[in-house]
């Protein structure tokens, strides 16, 4: 997966499809944490009354798949994007500098994440040389 320079990663707490691609090729990566919630998001939050997280592995193995990339796009529907950036700031700094943008979007298909990740980082990389 090393061989290219950009990445996109769609995550939410039940799945995590990191995408290292160029022009012309993509390549797919999926992971599921270890112990997926059932009821994340319940009227009442969880029994103490906060929102339940993502399981701490999760989040690093998640890093752990983005370490190639040089240049990192991160979406997501809900939190779990929050909470991996979060998770980047404190076990992986050097990872979290290299995410470019933080985005909020819906399930879309590898295709379509794809093409919007391609969309952004062809005007991003007007703006910023790449290095790497």
Do not use: C
């Amino acid at each position: 997966m090393s061989a290219h320079y950009h990445a996109v990663l769609w995550i939410d707490h039940h799945q995590a499809r990191v995408i290292f691609f160029n022009p012309d090729a993509a390549e797919e990566h999926t992971l599921h944490p270890p112990h997926p919630p059932r009821h994340l998001h319940a009227k009442a939050g969880s029994p103490s009354g906060t929102h339940l997280a993502g399981e701490p592995a999760y989040y690093q193995a998640v890093a752990e798949a983005l370490a190639p990339a040089h240049a990192v796009l991160v979406t997501g529907p809900a939190a779990a994007k929050l909470e991996l950036m979060e998770h980047l700031r404190q076990h992986a700094p050097q990872l979290a500098a290299r995410v470019s943008h933080l985005e909020t979007l819906d399930a879309v298909s590898d295709a379509e994440l794809v093409a919007a990740a391609r969309r952004y980082f062809k005007a991003a990389d007007r703006m910023t040389p790449q290095r790497g």
